[in-house]
């Protein structure tokens, strides 16, 4: 099972992380939409989870019935249309459409949280310090316990539910 996970940016090269049975396969950055989906679609990962919004919210709205769910919940995720999350959505969107492999939506910290870890742990596992390199992992874990079926779906987002490969 290959997996992919992607901190997208905006402004800053993009983190891609690539697993195969929970082993860490490929870490690195990329910097055109072009050089995202050609680097990661090279080791054909069966999902690729990215950490940008995904959808917009419905017309006339500025905020996802995603984000207000899982406020309550005790999880903080920025609207899609917020200052620069503008920006990283629409880039979001666009990625998501150019790969073969199935996309989710995830957001690391949110990842982490829900499964009991932190990026300390992901720092001491897999050796690496860069923070969106350590969130780039946090998405391919999320892609991970979506393959596996520990995960929980709020419109497009995905939530894992159990801890996998740690």
């Excluded at 017309?59 to 920025?78: A, I, P």
């Excluded at 920006?87 to 996309?103: N, Q, Y």
Aim: proline share 6%; with cysteine.
């Amino acid at each position: 099972m290959t997996v992919a996970g992607i901190d997208l940016a905006v402004k800053k090269p993009t983190a891609i992380a690539v697993l195969e049975e929970c082993q860490l396969l490929y870490l690195g950055l990329a910097d055109t939409d072009e050089e995202i989906v050609y680097t990661t679609s090279l080791f054909k990962p069966s999902v690729v989870a990215i950490d940008a919004p995904l959808t917009l919210p419905e017309e006339g709205k500025w905020v996802r019935d995603v984000e207000v769910e899982l406020r309550s919940l005790g999880y903080r995720l920025l609207p899609p249309l917020l200052g620069p999350m503008k920006s990283l959505t629409e880039r979001g969107i666009r990625i998501s459409r150019m790969f073969s492999a199935e996309v989710i939506e995830i957001h690391p910290a949110t990842s982490l949280k829900a499964m009991g870890l932190t990026r300390e742990d992901l720092r001491r596992k897999f050796g690496v310090r860069h923070r969106d390199l350590i969130d780039a992992i946090a998405a391919a874990l999320t892609a991970t316990a979506y393959k596996l079926g520990h995960y929980k779906r709020y419109g497009p987002f995905v939530l894992p539910n159990a801890r996998v490969c740690i």
